[in-house]
């Protein structure tokens, strides 16, 4: 893999892509990229015609880079793929992401808590609301969600005989 650095406004989105991000998950984008840096080249092909790189796959990170960062430069690999094996691969880049599992995404956020993590820290940095941080806390157990917390007597099981239930 050759990356190479070019003016970003040498660079265009493909008309094909069917992708679309939802504006939480371009903001949860800018903060990884601000976070961890630009990890990963976005992937091109050259059209001589037009002199210009073509998106493959990376819409989402050259936007980001572009109109929210106004960078001026962005790293590239470019391919040399026909059109027919152009919109395959951007196909496959986009589904070959695969998709959060709740039950693993509650695993994680339960990681993240025993290792320090508020749950405000974890919706900053995962880009979630809090609401959705409870919600995949309580999946991994109620008794996780109650642990090291205060005790109450409100819950204590007692045999009662029939006999001495009265109505009132």
Partial sequence: MNVILVPIDQVMANNYNPNNVPRNNMILLER?????GFC????????????????????HRYT??????????????VLKHDIKKRMAATVQFNRARGVHQVEL????VQTLVEQGA?????AQHLGMELEE????KQITGIAELFKNQPYSKSWIMMDVK????HDE
Wanted: aromatic content about 10%.
């Fill in 32 to 36: 990884s990229i601000l976070d961890n």
């Fill in 133 to 136: 941080v409870y919600r995949l």
């Fill in 105 to 108: 995404m509650s695993d994680l």
């Fill in 118 to 122: 508020t749950d405000e820290e974890i």
């Fill in 162 to 165: 029939e006999e001495d239930i």
């Fill in 64 to 77: 980001i880079l572009k109109d929210w960062l106004q960078a001026k430069e962005i790293p590239i690999v």
């Fill in 40 to 59: 990963f080249p976005i992937v091109t092909i050259y059209d001589e015609e037009i002199d210009k790189y073509i998106i493959v796959d990376g819409f």
